[in-house]
């Protein structure tokens, strides 16, 4: 079974609207960590946004939130206000075990969110 | 404050060539993590450092390996390379603490021929 699911291959937005981009996630530690990437054409990889298992408010950076429901384990990213420069490839990851680096950090597959003028 | 840094940006090689990839990490940061992103494959944990010492690997084979120098900083070496080695290879850094959050660098794109 996946750990990490993002059912959204690609996602078309128009600039200004807010965007949910959707993760599912699966383990059985209780302490793990959530984040989210996004990944340009370019290659690089730019920290998003990390939520905590034991988090009890949602995290969010700016534009970026993250609607975290632990029940359904669930980890959606949601962008406010949309803008031409968020077209890119989203990651949702999780690292698992209480920290340390662990195992490194299991990936989705990504969703590639193109926004339009 | 500078980021990850990797070098070289691109890399082409030939099959049963050997490829060295290198990174810096962020200053302060003592963990190295590798990753490999090849097509159709999503991003793979490939090697994690640590204070100089290798703390876990992911699925490869042993002729993944590297190792992490005393300035923290880190080198992949890939032996033997074959086709399905192609692909950017990604840097991580993180400081040594609970929230472990890794920056990544611009990545190094491998190519063999």
Partial sequence: AQKITQTQPGMFVQEKEAVTLDCTYDTSDQSYGLFWYKQPSSGEMIFLIYQGSYDEQNATEGRYSLNFQKARKSANLVISASQLGDSAMYFCAMREGSGGGADGLTFGKGTHLIIQP | ?113
């Fill in chain 2, 1 to 113: 404050e500078a980021g990850v840094t990797q070098s070289p940006t691109h890399l082409i090689k030939t099959r049963g060539q050997q490829a060295t990839l290198r990174c810096s990490p962020i200053s302060g940061h003592t963990s190295v993590y590798w990753y490999q992103q090849a097509l159709g494959l999503g991003l793979q944990f490939l090697l994690w450092y640590d204070e100089g010492e290798e703390r876990n690997r992911g699925n490869f084979p042993p002729r993944f390996s590297g190792r992490q120098f005393p300035n923290y900083s880190s080198e992949l070496n890939v032996n033997a390379l074959e086709l399905e080695d192609s692909a950017l290879y990604l840097c991580a850094s993180s400081k040594r603490a609970n929230t472990h959050t890794q920056y990544f660098g611009p990545g190094t794109r491998l190519t063999v021929l």
